[in-house]
């Protein structure tokens, strides 16, 4: 041994310097009652100990070692309708699926809902890490808030390419206020001339907004298209070069549609690409849960009946108090 360093202790029990430890501490603690059980049950089995001597050394208490858990009626069937909404929502955590749960008419709290979920190993993968947001200095933000429906919309591009390699463009537009899905248009080829058309298209449905954000695109600055917006009374709101932030609700969008949809699905066609992005924005707004808006989706297709007057109150107050935030 060198100078200064002591032996290794003959019966360490700890990962501290100087004791013989090669496990580093052991596996952990015995937390939940339910490994204290089956630890008791396997010290009664392996060393023939009594269960009060057992309970005793493993500090467990003979009341809680003699307790037997008891298991609802609707435990077989929350879990499978549990893992069959996960099957279906590979993206949703379980708070999501508490929303979906209730909404097909459980009476279920996110509590059992994780604990279930846990049991099944369940998860979800790391998601990416959040943005920060674009203040000034005096604390303000530069970005226009949406204060209504129909108040800002928001439009950007999102690229794919199908199984032969050629590329796919989307046309995502979204109301800021909302958080509706109007339009998810796909082609091999975007234009002014396209965005312009399928803008018509939803002024015509859902109304003319009052702003229109989105980036510097030659498809969004084409003079044809400023001419017309100005025509019709609406605002452009171009965000700054290199700062998608500044476009931070239709950015969220096309994460949650890359994340949930295009890096899930290998599209074959482009009349398949069609289709499946229809159907995921028909689900996008009348089934799946956000957060923002109180886990209900953005345009439900039936009234929940069990919502009292409050509860509407608080869901439109969440969704007001949302616009002072920034979405990562």
């Known amino acids: 041994l060198r100078a200064g360093e002591h032996p290794s202790a003959a019966c360490g029990i700890g990962s501290d310097a100087g004791q013989a430890d090669p496990a580093r501490g052991g596996t952990g603690k015995l937390l939940s009652p339910e490994r204290r059980r089956r ?37 077989a069937a929350l879990t ?13 955590g379980y708070r999501r699926i508490t929303a979906l749960l209730r909404c097909d008419g459980w009476r279920v709290n996110h509590k059992r809902v994780e ?3 846990r049991r099944e190993g369940l998860k979800v993968p790391q998601k990416q890490p959040k ?19 129909n108040h800002v919309w928001a439009y950007d591009f999102v690229m ?22 109007f339009a998810i248009k796909a082609a091999r080829q975007l234009r002014s001339d396209d965005v312009l058309e399928c803008l018509a298209e939803l002024f015509v449905q859902h109304g003319v ?11 969004f600055t084409a003079t044809a298209v400023r001419e017309w917006l ?7 709101l171009y965000i700054e070069p290199g700062s998608p932030w500044e476009n931070g609700y239709n950015e969220s969008f096309n994460g949650k549609l890359r994340d949930e949809l295009l890096d899930r699905e290998i599209f074959y066609t482009l009349w398949e690409t069609q289709v499946l992005t229809e159907d995921w924005r028909h689900t996008y707004n009348t ?27 608080w869901i439109n107050h969440l969704r007001g108090r949302n616009m002072l935030r920034t979405l990562s």
């Open 39 to 75: 630890c008791v049950h396997r010290v009664r089995a392996e060393f023939r100990a009594s269960e009060r001597r057992a309970c005793r050394v493993l500090g467990q208490p003979r009341s809680t070692q003699r307790h037997h858990g008891r298991v609802a009626d609707d435990e």
């Open 131 to 149: 943005r920060g947001r674009l203040w000034f200095n005096d604390g303000s933000c530069i970005r226009l808030r949406p204060r209504r429906r």
């Open 287 to 313: 089934i799946r849960p956000h957060s923002s808006l109180g886990y209900r989706p953005p345009v439900p297709e039936t009234t929940a009946p069990w919502l009292t007057t409050k509860e509407v109150d």
């Open 115 to 117: 604990r279930i979920w």
């Open 209 to 219: 907004p009052d702003h229109l954000r989105s980036d510097n695109g030659s498809e």
């Open 80 to 92: 499978k309708a549990i893992v069959d909404l996960a099957s279906r929502y590979g993206r949703y």
């Open 160 to 181: 794919l390419r199908t199984h032969e390699g050629r590329a796919v463009r989307l046309l995502t537009v979204i109301d800021e206020y909302t958080r509706e899905c």
């Open 230 to 236: 100005g025509r019709l009374g609406v605002k452009t």
